[in-house]
């Protein structure tokens, strides 16, 4: 298989990043460049050049990875910084078609390390959710733990589950 990618931020775009003092317009820098890497990443893809599309991937990751540390480390109370997180999520929902169409039309031993990059993608994304809701959601664990607990309880939608009741047809 072929070696994961380093996530890295290039030195030069690090300090395009941080010569802006204004946070929104470092997080929309940092995440316009993020982009630009997954374009060139799918045109290296296309021209079957794997090892720097894998090196645009680890860019990719990087600044996404580096967007999310650069939010964390900011007020998370002020509403401008729940936007950023919200702007982060779109991306990285608009990503994810991307990067799987990328996985299928690239041979299997470097479709892993794009498999890795919607998983990171993926993770991401709920990472800058949770994050956007912050304190407004109430996770409630006891009903995860009556759920491992009760393993009828698991699938809701098994008929093996619905003991003596009809199905209804609709």
Partial sequence: PAPPPMRYVPKSERQQIESIAEPKERVRVALDLAEQHLGKCEQLTQQNSYNLAAEELGIYQGLIEYS?????????N?????DMYRRVDIMLREDGPKLSLMRRATPAEWAINIRDAEEFARQSRGEALDSFYGNDVKHDRNDNERRDQNPESRNPRNPGDQKNEP????
Avoid: A, F, I, P
């Fill in 68 to 76: 999310l540390n650069y939010l964390d480390s900011q007020n998370s």
């Fill in 78 to 82: 002020k509403g401008k910084v729940r």
């Fill in 167 to 170: 199905r209804n047809n609709r």
